[in-house]
C-alpha cells in the first residue's frame, strides 16, 4: 500500500488549508486512517484519526478547527484546516492502521504546512 499526502503550503494565520491522502490498495474502506504532525525539534503527534466507521479523535490543539473525513469511493482522507495558527506550522503526516491504532500498515511521505503571523 502506498499513501500520497497533498495540499500543504504557506497559509497566513486565520486561513485554511485542506490536505488530502490518497492510498494505493486494498481494504481503505474498513481501514482506520490518522493525520499526524511533526514541527521542527519536537516529537511526532496526534491530529486527527477517523475510523472505517466514521469516528473520529482528535487533538486537543486543533479541536474545533480541524476536521477529518474519508471518501471510501476515492480511497482519500481529508484534514480541513481552519482557524490555522503559527504553532501548527509541521510537517503532515498520514498513516493507515488495520484495526490497531499501534500499529500503523503504511505512512504516507509527509507534506509541509507553514502558517505565516
Known amino acids: 500500500v502506498q499513501l500520497q499526502a497533498s495540499g500543504g503550503g504557506l497559509v497566513q494565520a486565520g486561513g485554511s488549508l485542506r490536505l488530502s491522502c490518497a492510498a494505493s490498495?486494498?481494504?481503505?474502506?474498513?481501514?482506520?486512517m490518522g493525520w499526524y504532525r511533526q514541527a521542527p525539534g519536537k516529537q511526532r503527534e496526534l491530529v486527527a484519526q477517523?475510523?472505517?466507521?466514521?469516528?473520529?479523535v482528535y487533538g486537543d490543539s486543533v479541536k474545533g478547527r480541524f476536521t477529518i473525513s474519508r471518501d471510501n469511493a476515492k480511497n482519500t482522507v481529508y484534514l480541513q484546516m481552519n482557524s490555522l495558527k503559527p504553532e501548527d506550522t509541521a510537517v503532515y503526516y498520514c498513516?493507515?492502521?488495520?484495526?490497531?491504532?499501534?500499529?500503523?500498515?503504511?505512512w504516507g511521505q509527509g507534506t509541509q504546512v507553514t502558517v505565516s503571523s
Open positions: 490498495g486494498s481494504l481503505f474502506s474498513i481501514s482506520y
Open positions: 498513516a493507515q492502521f488495520l484495526g490497531d491504532w499501534a500499529k500503523p500498515r503504511a
Open positions: 477517523i475510523t472505517g466507521g466514521g469516528s473520529t
